[in-house]
């Protein structure tokens, strides 16, 4: 079964550094998006995004986070200056349209500030 | 924010009986909901779905109800089995929001033999 794909795996950086995490979405999908869990907390909406530009974004989502689709099947959350609380789970979903059409979701990217 | 909640943390069943969860929701606005199952180290595995139209949508073990006026729904769950041991988390999202989806706290089942 086609599944949404992340790497790394695990990053850790310094608080103030750049991270990029980095998603390949269902070949077919064409909405995507990022979520995220604070450890102990609710998963929570970041960002979606279609035809190479942001649908949506939630308040978390400020001019330190942007999103990419560099390529045909890369899909990228950059975080240009990480912060202690940006520490998380982040997870990249896809789906293949809206409409009561469902979200999948990769296995996820541990981001560790330090 | 707690417009999908999910008011029991944990859940133990036995093999073979049915599993029960329940989500509450509060915002009137939600029309598409979702169950999703969750292991260790792994992201959130879509199981079932349910758009605010119907009341009830099944795909074999899981069966999801949706009462509108309570504004509850609830994921069945028969025969539960060892391997649905897991954190499950229940979902919504309004019509002109798709994908923005709201999660509730989600609730550990764990089945014993």
């Known amino acids: 079964e086609p599944e949404v794909t992340q790497t790394p795996s695990h990053q850790v950086t310094q608080m103030g550094q750049e991270v990029i995490l980095r998603c390949v979405p269902i070949?077919?999908?064409?909405?995507f998006y990022w979520y995220r869990q604070i450890l102990g907390q609710k998963v929570e909406f970041l960002v979606s995004?279609?035809?190479?530009?942001?649908?949506?974004k939630s308040e978390i989502f400020d001019d330190q986070f942007s999103v990419e689709r560099p390529d045909g099947s890369n899909f990228t959350l950059k975080i240009r200056s990480t912060k202690l609380e940006d520490s998380a789970m982040y997870f990249c979903?896809?789906?293949?349209?809206?409409?009561?059409?469902?979200?999948?979701f990769g296995n996820g990217t541990r981001l560790t500030v330090t | 924010d707690q417009q999908v909640k999910q008011n029991s943390p944990s859940l133990s069943v036995q093999e073979g009986r049915i599993s029960i969860l329940n989500c509450d929701y509060t915002?009137?606005?939600?029309?598409?909901f979702l169950w999703y199952k969750k292991y260790p180290a792994e992201g959130p595995t879509f199981l079932i779905s349910?758009?605010?139209?119907?009341d009830k949508n099944e795909d074999g073990r899981f069966t999801v109800f949706l009462n509108k006026s309570a504004k509850h729904l609830s994921l069945h769950i028969v025969p539960s089995q060892p391997g649905d041991s897991a954190v499950y988390f229940c979902?919504?999202?309004?019509?002109?929001?798709?994908?923005?989806?709201?999660f509730g706290a989600g609730t550990q089942v764990v089945v014993t033999p």
């Open positions: 349910i758009s605010s139209i119907k």
């Open positions: 070949s077919n999908h064409l909405y």
């Open positions: 979902a919504a999202s309004e019509t002109d929001s798709w994908g923005k989806l709201q």
């Open positions: 979903a896809s789906s293949e349209g809206t409409g009561y059409s469902p979200l999948h």
């Open positions: 995004f279609y035809n190479n530009e942001i649908s949506e």
């Open positions: 915002n009137s606005m939600f029309d598409y």
